[in-house]
């Protein structure tokens, strides 16, 4: 079965202070792994799709990466604005267009 | 912008009623999704469609029911509504590469 699992749950960082959340997959045969961001009360938004072992992506103050087994999403320097959930979904080869989600991190950030 | 809205976005209905939520994408995407979205238990895949006419089920699906008769519409039927499917409702398309997109969501309440 497969399995998406994200850490923390829950991280609050203050202003500047840089950190990373974790996506670790089980899964068999990951055809793209994706990154989204979530405000309260509104639908994930699109930030990133890693395919291969080694990519990696950026936007603004954020940084995706991705080994064979987990994928880092890197906050350098957040800002308050960048409080949400963030959340990582796999897509795999035996599940055709569906994707398994992690949990999500809450990240919140104090000025 | 992925052109998706969902309808109502916010809805309280009672036990033992039927209830209908409908996504209308503006994109000609093939592959249309329903996710409910729970706290501890993240986004599952309810049914989803890939093409007019042509459905399935997902994760969490017992007690919904899906028709897609054109491709822009998808509507997700609760026969009976419980209280178990009070939740938020995530309608969501895929792209080509795979990432897919999602609608601001309904807020669904069974009283």
């Known amino acids: 079965e497969d399995q998406v699992t994200q850490s923390p749950e829950a991280l609050r960082l203050q202003e500047g202070e840089s950190s990373s959340l974790n996506c670790s997959y089980t899964?068999?045969?990951?055809?793209?792994l994706f990154w989204y961001r979530q405000d309260p009360g509104k639908g994930p938004e699109f930030l990133f799709t890693l395919y291969s072992a080694g990519e990696e992506k950026e936007k603004e103050r954020l940084k995706a990466t991705l080994t064979k087994k987990e994928s880092f999403l890197h906050i350098t320097a957040p800002k308050p604005e960048d409080s949400a959930t963030y959340l990582c979904?796999?897509?795999?080869?035996?599940?055709?267009?569906?994707?398994?989600f992690g949990g999500g991190t809450r990240l919140m950030v104090k000025p | 912008d992925a052109g998706i809205t969902q309808s109502p976005r916010h809805k309280v209905t009672e036990t033992g009623t039927p209830v209908t939520l409908r996504c209308h994408q503006t994109e000609n995407h093939r592959y249309m999704y329903w996710y409910r979205q729970d706290p501890g238990h993240g986004l599952r895949l309810i049914h989803y469609?890939?093409?007019?006419?042509?459905?399935d089920k997902g994760e969490v699906s017992d007690g919904y029911s899906v028709s897609r008769s054109k491709t822009e519409d998808f509507l997700l039927t609760l026969e009976s509504a419980t209280s178990s499917q009070t939740s938020v409702y995530f309608c969501a398309i895929t792209r080509d590469r795979g990432e897919a997109f999602f609608g601001q969501g309904t807020r669904l309440t069974v009283v």
């Open positions: 469609s890939y093409g007019v006419k042509d459905t």
């Open positions: 979904a796999a897509a795999t080869l035996n599940a055709g267009n569906m994707l398994t």
């Open positions: 899964v068999s045969g990951l055809r793209g």
